[in-house]
């Protein structure tokens, strides 16, 4: 295929999704090209490419980009290679190397923020689990977007409910959300936040019971309605679950969190994000006088829950003062504890039993299991 | 995910007759525009091929990658497919898979099952069905779900290949059918090779 057809095709995809401001999906179609048809196609806002020409293209388009890194810009090259570089991601969103051309683009002013929106979005509606299509997203916010005010981030919080519904477990999007969330606590009003925020993912998390990415965002928002109530930014009685305190806060989760397991049966998720609660319980509300041995368990679940990693270096630092408790604490706070953190750890174990003995087949039982010997290394 | 994606109702007079689709509804706003028609076609090819090796009177649920596809033919021919996902409880699917056919069987006559088009059916509820038991626990109360079907035995596959016959393959039903397009035969070979659920990226 000659260098001018490939140009061709790339310009007509270019002048597409620049003409639709209404852009649905974008996707690769099979053809074998034996047609005489055009390759690049738009139904109803829906735009595709035809198989047979993009190894061609993408190869073209490649080489062109990369020859273009090389040498000075002049201002002609620019335009071509905003075309080429959106043809590049759009098959292969994956290479660094476009993204930084496009940020070079961005920062010349030769692309606008809009544009880079509407490119991200239409390769989030194939791929809607790339993490550097969310990574551009979140640059763009605090290089180009960050004066437009917190209207933008609202209206990403919808793009998040919607690439999340396209790709099961996609943790990617899910984090790009807490990122929003952290964001608009800083500016927004908590209460009419927390409590939009909490009504829509309690909706979606019901449906969908087996995302762990979705539970531990739902325990990163209780944790921060327990915090903002704490530093008095928020009140709990006017957020749902509509509690009086923090420690009925992760009462009613746990009761929710209940619901769900005997509902569905064999989720491992749903006993991770307990556990989570659990904890989350203990270091909230129990007094200060924890076991070590019991703070050694939220230090293993740190480790050992790898999608919690959105929140990492945040816990890690504080897990990390924890370890450096001196021995001698052990011995004066297992006899402090707080009857609260007992009369819960017992009800614990005997749902966890109840979960066993209610198992109707070997997985839902191993599940179960795992969940008694977890509650079972919790000290009283 | 708790989900349902597809509902159809299907005639089989006899086991050695290929059923014939009665009436279908799909939900499947959650894929990409350019995929939903091949992945009709897969879920009807896939709820035919199942519903043809299920025995009269009988309820199977056969899981296939991320799907679960539900079948129960009743004695008197009339059949009901679910293709749900993993999470969506099967017993409820089985019941409402009951209740579909009932209601299906009150609205259309038996003198029409057989070698009427899919289109001239009079029954138009399927969507409305289908919408409705999106959510297991608002479409009827879950206790009593469990107690209808709990007595009830149903068959579970773990592949869509312990269904099939001896000697025969998905593969080679795929290539063979005329119900699937050109476009959906290559669909079917690309998404066998990036099955990208397991994914990190």
């Not at chain 1, 917190?150 to 790009?176: F, G, K, M, P, V």
């Not at chain 1, 530093?231 to 009925?248: F, I, K, N, T």
């Amino acid at each position: 295929m000659d260098s001018d057809t490939c140009e061709r095709i790339i310009s007509k995809l270019h002048n597409l999704v620049s003409l639709n401001t209404n852009l649905g999906d974008f996707d690769i179609v099979y053809a074998s090209g034996e047609d005489n048809v055009s390759p690049v196609a738009c139904v109803e806002g829906n735009i595709s490419i035809a198989s047979w020409c993009v190894k061609h293209v993408y190869a073209h388009a490649y080489h062109s980009s990369l020859r273009c890194k090389q040498k000075l810009w002049s201002y002609d090259e620019c335009e071509s290679l905003t075309r080429w570089t959106q043809f590049c991601l759009l098959i292969r969103p994956e290479v660094t190397t476009f993204w930084n051309l496009r940020r070079a683009l961005i920062k010349k002013g030769l692309v606008s923020g809009d544009q880079e929106l509407l490119l991200t979005k239409l390769i989030l509606s194939r791929k809607p689990k790339c993490i550097e299509a969310f990574y551009e997203r979140q640059w763009l916010y605090t290089k180009v977007l960050a004066t437009s005010g917190h209207e933008w981030i609202r209206q990403e919080i919808d793009l998040c409910t919607w690439a999340t519904s396209r790709h099961q477990n996609n943790y990617h999007a899910w984090n790009h959300r807490l990122w929003l969330l952290n964001k608009l606590l800083l500016h927004e009003d908590r209460n009419d936040l927390l409590k939009s925020e909490f009504e829509s993912v309690m909706e979606w998390a019901e449906v969908h019971v087996s995302e762990h990415s979705c539970m531990h965002y739902v325990n990163q928002l209780v944790e921060r309605m327990a915090l903002s109530s704490k530093e008095g930014l928020c009140s709990l009685e006017r957020v749902p679950p509509y509690v009086s305190s923090v420690a009925q806060l992760y009462e009613a989760m746990l009761s929710w969190n209940q619901n769900l397991i005997v509902q569905y049966p064999g989720h491992e998720t749903l006993f991770y994000a307990r556990k989570s609660l659990v904890l989350k319980f203990q270091r909230d509300c129990v007094d200060t006088a924890t076991p070590v041995t019991a703070r050694e368990h939220l230090v293993e679940e740190c480790l050992v829950s790898g999608n919690e990693i959105g929140t990492q270096s945040a816990t890690k630092d504080e897990t990390n003062s924890w370890c450096c408790d001196q021995p001698a604490f052990k011995r004066t706070c297992v006899e402090n504890v707080s009857g609260d953190w007992a009369s819960l750890v017992m009800k614990e174990r005997k749902f966890a039993e109840a979960c066993v003995t209610a198992a109707t087949s070997d997985f839902e039982k191993s599940v179960a299991q795992a969940y008694v010997r977890t509650v079972g290394r919790f000290s009283v | 995910m708790v989900k349902l994606f597809a509902l159809s109702v299907l005639y089989k007079p006899t086991s050695d007759v290929s059923p014939t689709t009665l009436k279908a509804a799909y939900d499947l706003q959650q894929f990409s525009f350019f995929q939903r028609s091949s992945i009709q076609e897969f879920m009807a090819f896939t709820s035919k091929i199942i519903t043809e090796r299920c025995a009269v009177g009988s309820r199977q649920s056969v899981k296939e990658q991320e799907y679960m596809c539900h079948v129960f033919v009743r004695s008197d021919g009339l059949a009901g497919v679910v293709v749900s996902d993993h999470e969506y409880q099967y017993r409820v699917a089985h019941t409402m898979i009951d209740k579909v056919l009932d209601e299906f069987a009150a609205k259309v006559p038996s003198h029409l099952w057989p070698g009427t088009h899919e289109t001239a059916i009079p029954f138009t509820e399927l969507p409305a069905l289908l919408a409705k038991w999106q959510n297991p626990r608002e479409a009827d109360a879950i206790t009593r779900v469990q107690e209808e079907v709990e007595d009830t035995k149903i068959i579970l596959h773990n592949t869509i290949e312990a269904v099939l016959e001896r000697g025969e393959k998905l593969d080679d039903l795929v290539n063979k059918s005329e119900m699937l397009s050109m476009q959906s035969k290559a669909f079917y070979k690309t998404a066998r090779k990036t099955n990208s659920c397991c994914n990190f990226g």
